[in-house]
T-cell receptor, first 114, second 111 residues
Framework: NAGVTQTPKFQVLKTGQSMTLQCAQDMNHEYMSWYRQDPGMGLRLIHYSVGAGITDQGEVPNGYNVSRSTTEDFPLRLLSAAPSQTSVYFC?????????????FGSGTRLTVV | DAKTTQPNSMESNEEEPVHLPCNHSTISGTDYIHWYRQLPSQGPEYVIHGLTSNVNNRMASLAIAEDRKSSTLILHRATLRDAAVYYCILSRFTGANNLFFGTGTRLTVIP
């Protein structure tokens, strides 16, 4: 099993550019989420999804859009990148959205906005 | 909101047990206690979780105080591979199984 796959691993954007961070899981997990991690800080929740077609905002959703058309994929879109969005982005998935199960994380995407 | 307090850093000698403390004095009756760890340049990794009783798995043990206001993650025999940031997290039910991370404890393992 591949688990949670994030692409790309590294990306440099210019201010104002748009891009999509990809996240795919092959475990048939119901719950998926996106976090960002800034230097010296813990992870902060951006958006999450409890199933295909259902998404909601986390702690820091501004500047990011998500959609979930399939169980497997949960892309994160930056419509107009800003330097404040320079961060490491992690995608996570879990078997259930309502029962406590462990999260599986991807290896991250390191994004720099110049 | 229920929060956790952890020491910023700890050190341990290799092959010795490690006890990582976590205080959560405002925990509610429905909050689970989760532990994750993050190795350098990797995503977080699930370690263990529990509600009231002590829990054991192949990676670690979780000891929960009787009043649930504190807990301890126990690594029985630290190895160099256990050097990581360890996060103690309370689940906060927001209609979904969301986890909110703090800054954790950086564990250094000394050879």
């Amino acid at each position: 099993n591949a688990g949670v796959t994030q692409t790309p691993k590294f990306q440099v954007l210019k201010t104002g550019q748009s891009m999509t961070l990809q996240c795919a899981q092959d475990m048939n997990h119901e719950y998926m989420s996106w976090y960002r991690q800034d230097p010296g800080m813990g992870l902060r929740l951006i958006h999450y999804s409890v199933g295909a077609g259902i998404t909601d905002q986390g702690e820091v959703p501004n500047g990011y859009n998500v959609s979930r058309s399939t169980t497997e994929d949960f892309p994160l879109r930056l419509l107009s990148a800003a330097p404040s969005q320079t961060s490491v982005y992690f995608c996570a998935s879990s078997y259930s959205s309502t029962v406590i199960y462990g999260y599986t994380f991807g290896s991250g995407t390191r994004l720099t906005v110049v | 909101d229920a929060k956790t307090t952890q020491p910023n850093s700890m050190e341990s000698n290799e092959e010795e047990p490690v006890h990582l403390p976590c205080n959560h004095s405002t925990i509610s009756g429905t909050d689970y206690i989760h532990w994750y760890r993050q190795l350098p340049s990797q995503g977080p990794e699930y370690v263990i979780h529990g509600l009231t009783s002590n829990v054991n798995n192949r990676m670690a043990s979780l000891a929960i105080a009787e009043d649930r206001k504190s807990s301890t993650l126990i690594l029985h025999r630290a190895t160099l591979r256990d050097a990581a940031v360890y996060y103690c997290i309370l689940s906060r039910f927001t209609g979904a199984n969301n986890l909110f991370f703090g800054t954790g404890t950086r564990l250094t393992v000394i050879p």
